[in-house]
């Protein structure tokens, strides 16, 4: 296995300054992870080994972002095959810490915070959590920002939300990194790939297709300029057995707002992103679809 691990802060900055210099790397890609990694941390991670010179990623179970130990602990911790992973995928160094290296002196006093975007959706069931995710986003992008000319991060469209706020971050901060989004990659079935999929039951994960069914209803809509008729796809995901929608709804795909126009009733134009949330089983799972006339 060719990548080599890293676990300390002071390790991670001296190696990216060491393998600049040597190899006079023009750009980095860094993809920010917290591991039990799937084929769709394979394609952040492909992009970035593609795009640039190094790509480098990161191993971390953020404690911030959960509201619950239980939900911490409970969280899939498998290194040695994320390692697999990400070094067929072409990364070259994986930044492990622990929490005590990340948070030497206990949770931060100082933090990000998220904003009004933030208590919407998924930060309406999880207060705090972007609050969390960005803080340590923030920290992850600064210690792997490279000596180079071009620095990069890949994120997933599956977590719309949290890549709309990592942009307003970048932006509002002035942060010297270009944000790469990545789109969402699915299994043969059509369901989102999320590392919450392996806590699914068999009868579960058919009950949990028909959130990409419904996505996709809106899709072909958009595509053929007819209403969206959001109603009849959220009647459909309300169908599906042990299914609990949270929310269900067509966004700006920038802002993550409500569009002024619902087109439940008159032909789509435009653009518009189709996000939805639900409970299946004890799992959550968030999916969306980018729609476009």
């Not at 404690?63 to 130990?69: H, S």
């Not at 459909?236 to 057995?241: D, E, H, K, R, T």
Request: proline share 6%.
């Amino acid at each position: 296995m060719g990548i080599e691990l890293i676990t300390t802060t002071e390790g991670l900055r001296t190696r990216l300054a060491e393998l600049s210099q040597a190899e006079r790397l023009r750009s980095a890609g860094f993809v920010p992870t917290m591991g039990a990694l799937h084929s769709g941390h394979a394609a952040l991670a492909r992009r970035a080994a593609e795009e640039n010179d190094l790509a480098l990623a990161s191993i971390f179970v953020n404690p911030l972002q959960f509201g619950e130990a239980v939900d911490l602990e409970r969280y899939p911790r498998t290194l040695d095959a994320d390692l697999e992973l990400l070094d067929a995928a072409g990364v070259r160094l994986a930044f492990a810490p622990s929490v005590e290296e990340m948070y030497p002196y206990g949770e931060p006093g100082v933090r990000v915070t998220a904003g009004p975007l933030a208590a919407k959706w998924e930060g309406a069931s999880r207060p705090g959590h972007f609050d969390g995710a960005l803080t340590v986003v923030a920290k992850l992008l600064h210690l792997a920002h490279a000596p180079v000319p071009v620095n990069r991060a890949y994120f997933g469209q599956k977590d719309a939300q949290q890549l709309t706020l990592v942009q307003q971050m970048v932006d509002d901060l002035n942060l010297d990194v270009q944000i790469v989004p990545v789109p969402i990659v699915r299994d043969a079935d059509g369901l989102a790939l999320s590392s919450r999929n392996r806590f699914l039951s068999e009868a579960e994960r058919e009950s949990a297709l028909v959130l990409s069914r419904a996505l996709r209803l809106l899709e072909e809509r958009a595509a053929a300029h007819e209403p969206l008729d959001l109603d009849s796809a959220v009647a459909l995901v309300q169908s599906a057995p042990g299914v609990e929608l949270d929310y269900f709804e067509v966004v700006d795909p920038r802002t993550l707002e409500p569009l002024a126009e619902n087109c439940e009733f008159t032909p789509f134009r435009g653009e518009g992103l189709a996000i939805v949330a639900a409970k299946v089983g004890p799992v959550r799972l968030i999916d969306n679809a980018v729609l476009s006339s």
